[in-house]
């Protein structure tokens, strides 16, 4: 079927709306009418990767309807309401053990935008192949090809169009928070960069009853916004004594990427305490041997949550009040695109949401 689409033919220019070609459903396929899409920093982050297949659909937080299913699909129907997120292969050591994020077809499946298989299902006007599986999905355009495995059904009275972003960034924070980390009540976490990832974190620190919650950012917007949503203290991060200034935390939780900021986040551990990272495209992390005694440091994917599970709970969290994320959003044509980038760039807009219907 013909769709539209945001392209990317060239790491270095903006993305371009095209007309493509979208194959039917294949098997445990499901086609999808993208209501809304959520741009996460990892959608432009590869522009720093020129190798990757080109051109490319980005787009790995999208919601909408479903209008066609493959065979073998049982799960989910035409109508049904669904949140798209990562996909995975479901069986695999990782996916059997319910740590899905660390699917052995992990990377395969979601940041080469092509299936399993090497195809797409996806051609440009002139017949080229276009990677359109991105995360799964490619929901940068007006209809995404998911699969059973990464749909999420939810109920057709939430607002499907900001629901999106629970798919990757919301459920990256929370999740790791509140899965990958089990921060425990009465304790202490330092959360580095709060855009969506880390305000996500920041909701689910106070949700988990973490007694001291501090936010660093570069933005006082942001940092304002973090001391709305939970965050005991916010503190600058160009502070020449960030270390100091935050002082000794049980958990510590880096979404900036940056190495600098990273070795602070594992150096105001308490010993015992557990620094999570998830900010990606920075840089190779180095660190004192020293720094880390007694101290644990892991990078997570995902939040370690498996979707199906996860997005429930957090709708459950915002229908409660304690999950607020629609502060963080920004809504925009599909057209808008490349001004959804830069908003997110220059810190305007925290979660900007494209609409591909409007
Ligand atoms: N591991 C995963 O599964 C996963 C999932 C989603 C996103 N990510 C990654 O997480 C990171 C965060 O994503 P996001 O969408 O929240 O991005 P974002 O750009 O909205 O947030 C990053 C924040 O860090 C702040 N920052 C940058 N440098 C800083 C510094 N030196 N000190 C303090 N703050 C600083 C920025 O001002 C910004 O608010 C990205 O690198 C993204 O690629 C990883
Ligand atoms: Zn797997
Ligand atoms: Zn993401």
Not at 20 to 49: K, N
Not at 95 to 123: H, K, Q, W
Not at 203 to 227: C, F, K, Q, S, Y
């Amino acid at each position: 079927m013909r769709i539209q689409a945001a392209i990317l033919r060239d790491p270095a220019k903006p993305f371009v709306i095209e007309d493509v070609e979208l194959d039917e459903p294949g098997l445990g396929e499901v086609l999808v009418r993208v209501v809304g899409a959520g741009m996460c920093h990892t959608d432009v982050l590869y522009r720093m990767f020129p190798e990757l297949a080109m051109p490319m659909v980005f787009g790995h937080e999208g919601s909408g309807v479903v209008e066609a299913v493959g065979p073998g699909v049982t799960r989910v129907k035409p109508g049904d309401h669904v949140v798209m997120s990562y996909d995975s292969c479901g069986w695999c050591a990782q996916c059997l053990a319910g740590t899905p994020p660390y699917c052995d077809e992990f990377m395969a499946r979601n940041v080469s935008g092509l299936r399993i298989d090497g195809t797409t299902g996806t051609t440009d006007l002139a017949g080229e192949q276009v990677a359109a599986r991105w995360f799964g999905q490619s929901s940068f355009a007006t209809h995404a090809i998911a699969t059973e495995r990464n749909v999420v059904a939810v109920d057709a009275a939430l607002p499907l169009e900001t629901l999106g972003p629970l798919g990757c960034g919301l459920q990256t924070g929370a999740g790791s928070v509140l899965i990958a980390m089990g921060v425990r009540p009465a304790s202490s976490i330092a959360v580095f960069g709060t855009g969506a990832v880390g305000l996500a974190a920041v909701m689910a620190a106070r949700v988990a009853g973490a007694a001291e919650i501090i936010a660093v950012d570069l933005h006082p917007a942001r940092r304002e916004l973090a001391l709305e949503l939970g965050a005991t203290r916010a503190i600058d991060g160009a502070d020449p004594d960030l270390a100091g200034a935050v002082g000794q935390v049980d958990y510590s939780f880096d979404t900036t990427g940056v190495p600098a900021v990273m070795s602070t986040a594992v150096g105001v551990l308490r010993p015992g305490g557990l620094c999570g990272l998830v900010g990606a495209g920075g840089g190779e992390l180095t660190l004192q041997p020293e720094l880390c005694a007694g101290r644990n440091v892991r990078y997570i994917l995902e939040g370690e949550a498996v979707p199906q599970l996860f997005i429930p709970q957090l709708i459950t969290l915002w229908e409660q009040g304690r999950f607020p994320f629609e502060r963080l959003i920004r809504t925009y044509r599909l057209d808008q695109i490349n001004d959804a980038e830069r908003d997110s760039a220059d810190g305007t807009t925290i979660k900007p949401v494209l609409l591909p219907g409007a």
